[in-house]
């Protein structure tokens, strides 16, 4: 499985659990393993956890980065995708471009243009405060 085909499983992991909050994420994990619809592989299973193991931190650093737009107006889509986004940007080797071109392409695939577009935004500005 390619990597990107990885982190969309991820991405679609993470958008469950925003239907499902009292699910653990191993719940959420095991069932998507066991769909036929999925490949569930090392990255995908490192991924969701880690990024449920900082989502405090996570969904702070979005809210604190959201201009202009409150946290309850964004979309699921896009939470979920800034959540695994952001995830990568400050917890992992990821290189930031990387993490900010996949999450567009995920929001794009996913909801809508002005979305991407937004998430872009956002993401862009998580990553040049983590580098100042």
Avoid: C
Avoid at 54 to 64: A, E, F, N, P, T
């Amino acid at each position: 499985m390619k990597r990107h085909e990885a982190r969309e499983v991820a991405f679609i992991i993470i958008f469950e659990k925003g239907f499902q909050a009292d699910a653990p994420v191993d719940a959420l994990i095991e069932a998507a393993t066991e769909s036929e619809f999925f490949e569930v592989n090392n990255f995908v299973t490192g991924t969701v956890t880690q990024v449920f193991a900082h989502l405090g931190g996570i969904d702070q650093i979005i809210d604190d980065n959201l201009v202009g737009w409150s946290a309850s107006r964004i979309s699921k889509v896009a939470r979920a995708v800034l959540r695994l986004a952001v995830y990568e940007i400050l917890y992992s080797d990821v290189p930031d471009g990387v993490a900010i071109n996949e999450a567009v392409e995920i929001t794009k695939k996913y909801s809508v243009q002005e979305e991407a577009s937004y998430v872009n935004g956002v993401l862009g500005t998580i990553a040049r405060s983590k580098n100042a």
